[in-house]
């Protein structure tokens, strides 16, 4: 179901290290064969807007696909991961806690997880890393576990939502937006410090497909 979306999601994001600011979508925003063009072999980084644009030709796109039989049919990691996913693109906002006001990474997080299971998690994001189940091996993630990283090497700072295939959606800093980034290499896979399991696990975003 949205294979063609994690095929694409399964490369690795970096805006630090993109050429070009990859969520300045005024003059630079991609055709639909340009987007398609991003899911070719050999492409190495992709741009938030990329994602945006598959998922937005996808008849699985948005907040709307929960209307449908097909979203209706599939777990709850599945929805929430679908409804996580039109937040691409929403504005970094420090305190930010909406869609309409920003995001900051611990904002986003509980908005998702508040919005779609229910379950009402402490805002900042060293106090999320005090609930649900630990997982330190990331080889033991799965799809909608809190993901936590230290920038500074001790302490939890920093917090994202697993996608699988080694991403995760994240709010990263003042000047950017909601993205995807890689956990299997770059910055932030030298970042990660634990995870956390708030939420039921069957059925996964895979086996949904």
Known sequence: MLASLFALASL???????PRDPLDLSP?????????????????MFYAHDVRSLFAASPVAGAAAASTPAAQSEGPIARMLHRALSLLGTPYRWGGTTPEGGFDCSGLVGYVYRNNLGIELPR????????GELIR????LAEGDIVFFSRKGKHVDHVGIYLGNGQFLHAPRTGKDVE???????????KFLQARRVAPQAPTLAQAQ
Do not use: C, K
Not at 12 to 18: G, L, R, S
Not at 124 to 131: E, G, K, P, Q
């Open 137 to 140: 091996d990331r080889d033991a």
């Open 124 to 131: 900042i994001s060293r106090d999320m890393a005090r609930v």
């Open 12 to 18: 690795p994001v970096f805006a630090a290290e993109a």
């Open 180 to 190: 995807i980034a890689s956990l299997a290499s770059g910055y932030w896979s030298q």
């Open 28 to 44: 630079q925003l991609l055709s639909p064969a340009e987007a398609d063009a991003a899911a070719l072999p050999g492409r190495t």
